[in-house]
């Protein structure tokens, strides 16, 4: 890769070398995300399915049944 003097360059040129860059790096980013979804659909004949991750909370816990403090209830009234 040429070496580039960053120190050299102006602003407006510094600023349309970070955005090709970033360009770039979402081209590529986004090719290499093909191949590994390509690679993985290949994968799954093989096996489970991936899991996807579920974004709900878990579930509450059950709280004590409104019996179940009654009977607490009349004993200290009893007392």
Do not use: C, N, W
Not at 3 to 32: C, N, P, Q, Y
Not at 57 to 72: G, N, R, V
């Amino acid at each position: 890769m040429a070496k580039i003097d960053l120190d050299s360059l102006s602003i407006e040129e510094l600023a349309g070398l970070r955005e090709h860059a970033t360009d770039k790096l979402f081209e590529k980013v986004a090719a290499r995300r093909a191949e590994l979804e390509a690679e993985l659909e290949k994968l799954v004949q093989y096996g489970k399915p991936p899991m996807k991750k579920t974004e709900s909370a878990p579930a509450p816990k059950a709280k004590k049944s409104e019996e179940a403090k009654e009977p607490k209830e009349s004993v200290a009234k009893a007392a």
